[in-house]
């Protein structure tokens, strides 16, 4: 919630280029309905809750007050308790009453105020000394404890919160605190603290934990939901699943949040957490799982609309909370239902997690973790940070909004599908013909009727909803399969769908999931390498044909060489018996001859349709990576070497599938660790020549990675690389710039990169010996001749960067050293510490 004095430092900033003065009037309103008005207005904009247990906080901390000084447990000087609490005049023009509420059951307002400037800091202490503020209670004002009669703390900032209850109290009725207040009680929140920390480490705190909910665990959810009938567990479940949500925005969902796009369904909240204004939110695509049911979160949100069909009342709007109840009843009860769940399967959510730390928070940490860890492409950061409306920074929110294929990538890995298998662009169970089908309008009726007759206005819910029954229909089978080893009759089969076999067997005619010109044709969030991997196994399943019908053709062959040589003995045997003259030769070149005839046969036949067919299949491959537009091959950015120099060439590379281009072969490639100056002159001038890559067939390729003096910026690195780089390797290599002989060579080699040219020299080791010589005298004679006295021989290229600091120099350095230091500057002059 922002402070009034918040939108007012905003409003000057966006009125600032208007002329201003001063107001010579001053206007209380007099009439109560004008001011009422304005009061509603006010409200609307704040969270009442926190409104109440602020002012809760600040109505038991003057109850403390006034039982403290009646026990005589502090005295007044200078005054009496008057002067510290007095009543609350609820008659200031502008103060709203409903501001000050302390309580709803029954509705009560905190009567009383303090006379802020002077309270005191020994009170606020003395509070929060407190058993009460210290340690854990029941509703009932037992205290908590552990199994050896321990206290229980309570959480770490809950000093922390009181002190925020009453700034808050304290800014509403416009008082101003004593000097030194805020920062004595803020030592004190820290030092309350530190004696949490201690507290943790004796075991004597309950921290409420919400670890990530894994997929799998996710699958053991839905089927336990499914199996019991809990349709509210089920389809709220993966709804926070695929959208990254909270509960609470799931319990508030109604039909106007959702959209449709061609091959999935768009959920758009109306306010979150921290966007109350609603503003700059964000659309979630949901796609559906045709392979595993009780994992569709289409086929869940069907089932569960058929299941409250008949209860749906005009004027209800939320899908999840009764007409008659809040949007927080919904959340509510999915809370209760997912207690019952650990329950009921205490020792199975062990072996994910521990069964206190289980939450249904987990359930919006869970797919952020899965989609970021699931493959090693995984989709662009922007698009998960969007999904779960999390901000990246101002700027990144603003500039960064619009990622649809990165949205749409994601939301398929969160439906359940992996980037790694051929089916990863399945188009979602759709009907081939539209509701004015007579048949489809039957099933509509018969299960969605009662709503659709009470949200006429709403034009999306056709829509929607006959996208969920498409996918309620295509799993229909696996449903009455399941739900017919359930004991006795299962909540599912009372469906009225599920109830008319002849009406379901007709509209299971009309379901399809592959692509229906005009109807859903394109799937969308498909990334290039999962293209290319349906194209190879298209290709691989072609080459298992083959190698099939080559089985057959060669044990053909084989039976024809059998009957040829029957034949063939035949013949030698009738020639045998007519001339009598048959030798062994004879019959080797017969039998040579037939054989020779095969063996061509089935080369020149069955080897040419082989070789056709693969290429044909790595011809329709390439064509296909060509329209992704993702980039195979790796550009060189030198020219090949001569005949008489060592073979070297330098690529630029993707990781991944992302179209940004990095100098090292893959993402987590580090820098060559306790590296020596001489060392690393050869990775600064030659760059890493052993790098290898293991590709996709299991083989190592040669990745060369340029020379590290090209490393200029951090655009074409690995952030977590350049940042080690530029500590580490970076100030040396500036340094040395000044070495005429380095420079010459650094030179060569940044020319030869950006333009044509001869390829650059390869530095063998005993150059690279000459020029660690050179660099160590023109450190020691320039820069830091203290560093003579070290043992600067084992010193690694990090330890390096270190001593020749402005910095270290100042410090360690001789008096020439300092006086060839230049002057200093914002960047090196030392900070003194006060």
Not at 72 to 94: K, R, T, Y
Not at 141 to 156: E, F, L, S
Not at 418 to 432: Q, R, V, Y
Request: glycine share 6%; aromatic share 10%; hydrophobic share 35%.
């Amino acid at each position: 919630m922002q402070s009034k004095a918040h939108f007012s430092h905003v409003a000057e900033r966006r009125d600032a280029s208007f002329p201003t003065r001063d107001s010579t009037i001053a206007i209380t309103v007099t009439d109560e309905t004008v001011q009422q008005s304005i009061n509603q207005v006010n409200q609307q904009g704040t969270g009442r809750t926190t409104y109440q247990r602020h002012q809760r906080s600040a109505e038991l901390f003057i109850e403390y007050i006034e039982q403290q000084h009646a026990n005589g447990a502090f005295q007044i000087e200078g005054g009496n308790i008057s002067n510290l609490i007095v009543p609350l005049d609820f008659s200031v023009p502008g103060r709203d009453k409903e501001d000050f509420v302390a309580g709803k059951r029954p509705k009560r307002y905190r009567l009383k105020d303090i006379v802020w400037h002077n309270l005191p800091v020994s009170l606020v202490k003395a509070y929060l000394s407190t058993e009460k503020m210290r340690f854990k209670h029941t509703r009932k004002g037992v205290m908590k404890k552990t199994t050896d009669n321990r206290p229980i703390y309570n959480c770490r900032d809950y000093p922390s919160k009181f002190v925020s209850a009453l700034k808050f109290c304290n800014k509403m009725v416009g008082g101003e605190f004593s000097h030194k207040f805020l920062f004595d009680t803020g030592q004190h929140v820290e030092v309350s603290k530190r004696g949490y920390t201690t507290a943790k480490k004796q075991g004597q705190t309950e921290e409420n934990v919400a670890d990530p909910i894994p997929f799998s665990l996710l699958f053991v959810i839905c089927k336990h939901a499914v199996t019991y009938g809990l349709v509210l567990l089920w389809a709220m479940s993966l709804l926070q699943w695929n959208c990254i949500g909270r509960v609470k925005n799931i319990g508030e969902l109604q039909f106007c949040n959702f959209t449709l796009p061609e091959d999935s369904i768009g959920i758009t909240y109306d306010d979150t957490k921290t966007k109350k204004n609603g503003e700059d939110l964000n659309v979630k695509h949901v796609y559906a799982n045709v392979k595993t049911w009780f994992m569709n979160c289409l086929c869940a949100l069907g089932i569960y609309l058929m299941h409250v069909n008949s209860s749906w009342v005009t004027g209800q709007t939320l899908i999840f909370a009764n007409f008659s109840t809040k949007s927080e009843s919904a959340a509510s009860k999915y809370g209760s239902a997912m207690k019952s769940f650990v329950k009921k399967n205490m020792q199975l959510v062990r072996t994910f997690m521990n069964p206190a730390n289980f939450n249904p928070y987990g359930l919006r940490k869970g797919p952020a973790t899965h989609a970021s860890s699931n493959t090693t492409s995984p989709p662009p950061i922007p698009s998960i940070f969007h999904c779960g409306e999390w901000s990246m920074g101002t700027v990144i929110d603003i500039y960064w909004r619009y990622a649809e294929a990165g949205d749409h990538y994601l939301g398929r890995l969160l439906a359940g599908y992996s980037p790694n298998e051929k089916d990863f662009d399945t188009l979602p169970p759709h009907f081939t013909v539209g509701l004015d089908h007579p048949t489809i309008d039957k099933a509509m009726t018969i299960c969605f009727g009662n709503i659709l007759d009470k949200m006429k206005e709403e034009g999306i819910v056709p829509g929607l909803l006959l996208r969920c029954l498409a996918s309620v229909v295509w799993h229909s089978d696996d449903i009455v399969h399941f739900c017919s080893k359930a004991p006795g009759t299962h909540l599912f089969m009372a469906l009225p769908l599920f109830q008319d076999p002849t009406l379901l067997a007709k509209v299971k005619k009309f379901v399809t999931i592959k692509k229906t010109e005009g109807i859903c044709a394109t799937p969308t969030g498909i990334p290039p390498h999962a293209q290319m991997f349906k194209s190879l196994e298209e290709i691989m399943s072609k080459i298992d044909i083959m190698d099939n019908n080559f089985q057959t053709i060669i044990n053909d062959r084989k039976q024809l060489l059998e009957d040829y040589t029957t034949k063939i003995n035949d013949l030698l045997e009738k020639r045998a018996l007519e001339n009598n003259q048959l030798t062994h030769q004879n019959l080797k070149e017969l039998l040579g001859e037939a054989t020779s005839d095969i063996k061509k046969d089935i080369k020149e036949n069955i080897l040419g349709e082989i070789r056709n067919e693969i290429k044909e299949a790595l011809q329709r491959c390439n064509i296909a990576n060509n329209d992704t537009g993702n980039e195979l091959t790796l550009r060189t950015l030198l020219p090949s070497p001569s005949a008489n120099q060592e073979s070297l060439t330098i690529n630029i590379y993707t990781h991944g599938s992302g179209q940004k281009y990095y100098f090292t072969p893959y993402k987590n490639y580090g820098l060559p660790p306790k590296c020596k100056l001489q060392l690393a002159l050869g990775f600064i001038l030659n760059g890493d020549r052993a790098c290898r890559t293991e590709q996709q067939n299991g083989e190592l390729a040669l990745t060369p990675v340029r020379p590290f003096c090209l490393w200029e910026s951090h655009e074409y690195l690995p952030p977590k690389l350049w940042k080690k780089f530029k500590v580490g390797w970076k100030p040396m290599l500036d340094v040395l710039m000044g070495l005429p002989l380095f420079r010459t060579a650094v030179r060569q080699i940044r020319e030869t990169a950006l333009q044509q040219g001869p390829m650059p020299k390869i530095y063998s080791s005993t150059e690279l010996q000459g020029m660690k010589e050179a660099c160590i005298s023109y450190l020691i004679n320039t820069k830091a001749s203290y560093i003579q006295k070290k043992n600067y021989s084992i010193w690694t290229i990090t330890t390096w960067s270190s001593n020749i600091q402005y910095c270290k120099i100042a410090d360690k350095g001789t008096s020439t050293d300092i006086q060839k230091l230049p002057p200093p500057s914002a960047r090196n002059k030392r900070k003194r510490r006060e």
